[in-house]
């Protein structure tokens, strides 16, 4: 039947996007890299309005959670305070110049950034959160206080992920150990971990990424 073929070779078409798009995102030089399917598993999921990317640096995560266009990604950088000036002038170029052709081959609409110090940032935030991603400095202290911080601006049932979970267990590993709620680990590529106080959700991850 024409529809028949029509709709299987639009699924076609939309499977061969969804492969170059992800191919082009997981090309961006990061330790993130391994986390995408998950980011647009996710995103579709829950059907967010706001995501915050704490961290963007070259832009893999920001254009992972934004690659389905569902809601807002802002990211959000301040870039290396106590680095030099070029490796900071790169990852921003490179952020910029990966979001423009993402933006350019359709793949993206709905990305912004915000490049200020946190305290700035904070201070103006409105925007009820339904997905935070922490990808900041790697010490207990430092994910302590952007969660914290971000905590008010949360929605009820919102899901926290926090990369870097096993590269620093004795940091950033123990305070996801010490959240008191339902979590998931993703233990490759650096540990991304995810919590919630959606139970449903978290054993939904569970059972869609847990290899047996
Ligand atoms: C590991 S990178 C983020 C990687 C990114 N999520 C990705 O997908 O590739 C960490 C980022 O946190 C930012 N960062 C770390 N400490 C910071 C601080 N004190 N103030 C502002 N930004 C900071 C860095 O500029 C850097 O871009």
Known sequence: MATATLSKRSSKQSEAEEASALKFISSIDSTWKGHEKFALWLTQKMQPKTIVDLGFDRALST????YKNQGHVFGI??????GSYAEKSFALDSAFSN???AIRLNYVKNIHLIIGPHSDVLKKWTRKIDVLHIDWAHTYRAVKYQYDSWQKHLKD???ILIHDVVSHPNEVGRFFTELPFPKFLFPNDHGLGVVSSNVALIQEIEREFKKI
């Open 63 to 66: 254009l992972a959670f934004g």
């Open 77 to 82: 950088d301040w870039f290396y305070e106590e």
């Open 99 to 101: 979001i423009s052709y």
């Open 157 to 159: 049932e919102a899901v």
